[in-house]
């Protein structure tokens, strides 16, 4: 009986202890998912108390960082740097005067002065296009300026100081190119007499020329008739309702064709051609020529 006694007693205490140390594993991993629960806790509460204001980095143009501002904030605060719009740079040309396509008595007379001095090789039209652009870079060039093909404030005052003012005659010559002598049907009464050889048109009552101007005509696929005609309907602001291109100052003669201010001829002179009208690149004597001609007037178109 004893040594029966002695190994339930050895088994009973080998149990113990095995409970014994089961108990303490238990109590570990309680105590490690009670403090792990207190971080999660904390992560979705309040900040913790030992949190600071956040230290300045050298995004912050090394000054320190203040707490977020509330509504009431002073109005003094520095806005962020990173808002802060750069002053622009003035143009050291000075302000722009003329532009593509900028038209006027001023524009006339910044290509009667280029004229002068050998920048602009036509007669002005009042019209700022690509060869006023040219012309005023070249000039631009000439004078150690930006080449900008504006005309601002250095390069105009440089061109004064540079030309006399323009005369009537510069300012508006005749034409371009010589005009030619008038057909013989053009000698009498109240006559459009235009030259396709000399690419001119004359105003002409009874014979004497009133005033002549340029003018273009149409592609070898869209040519410009040639005849005797009359002005039939004339249309100050009409648009071509099949190429919906405008076309002030409209005197048609013959079908869809007329005579009419251009400002594509204007800006490319004979660089480019109508479908068929007679184009006239100087508006101020288009316009004038409107005002006089009547529904009625003869039209001789010629070679």
Same mark, same amino acid.
């Given at each position: ?15 113990? &202890?095995?409970?014994?140390r089961a108990g303490a594993a238990v109590l570990a991993v309680l ?15 309040? #900040? +913790? ?6 230290? #300045? ?5 090394? =000054?320190?960082?203040?707490? /977020?501002?509330? /509504? ?6 520095? +806005?962020?740097?990173?808002? &802060?719009?750069?002053? +622009?740079? %003035? ?9 593509? *396509?900028?038209? *006027? ?35 631009? $060039?000439k004078r150690g300026l930006t080449r900008t093909g504006r005309a ?7 061109l004064l100081g540079m030309t006399h003012e323009p005369t009537a005659?510069?300012?508006?010559? %005749? ?6 002598? +008038?057909? =013989? ?62 076309? %002030? ?5 013959? $079908? ?48």
């Amino acid at each position: 009986m004893t040594g029966s006694t002695t190994r339930s007693t050895a088994r009973n205490a080998k149990r113990n &202890a095995n409970r014994g140390r089961a108990g303490a594993a238990v109590l570990a991993v309680l105590t490690v998912a009670a403090a792990t629960a207190g971080c999660k806790a904390q992560a979705t509460g309040s #900040a +913790p108390a030992a949190s600071s204001s956040p230290r #300045a980095t050298a995004t912050d143009d090394d =000054k320190p960082a203040s707490p /977020p501002s509330s /509504p009431t904030a002073s109005p003094s605060s520095a +806005p962020p740097t990173a808002t &802060a719009s750069p002053t +622009p740079k %003035p143009d050291p040309q000075g302000t722009t005067l003329m532009a593509s *396509g900028s038209q *006027g008595k001023q524009v006339r007379e910044l290509q009667a002065r280029l004229r002068q001095i050998g920048h602009f090789d036509r007669s002005p039209t009042g019209y700022y296009g690509t060869v006023t652009v040219a012309a005023v870079q070249s000039f631009q $060039g000439k004078r150690g300026l930006t080449r900008t093909g504006r005309a601002d404030t250095l390069t105009w005052q440089k061109l004064l100081g540079m030309t006399h003012e323009p005369t009537a005659a510069e300012l508006n010559p %005749p034409t371009t190119r010589q005009v030619a002598k +008038p057909d =013989k049907r053009c000698m009498t009464g109240r006559v459009l007499c235009i030259s396709k050889n000399s690419r001119t048109l004359s105003w002409m009552i009874d014979g004497q020329v009133m005033s002549s101007m340029d003018v273009r005509f149409g592609s070898q696929y869209t040519p410009t008739r040639e005849g005797t005609f009359s002005v039939y309907w004339k249309s100050r602001h009409h648009v071509s309702s099949i190429y919906h291109t405008a076309m %002030p100052y409209a005197m048609f003669f013959s $079908g869809g064709q007329a005579v009419h201010y251009s400002a594509d001829f204007a800006a490319r002179g004979y660089n480019g051609a109508s479908h068929g009208c007679v184009n006239v690149r100087d508006e101020g004597k288009i316009a004038s020529l409107f005002a006089q001609v009547k529904n009625g007037d003869k039209v001789v178109v010629y070679g």
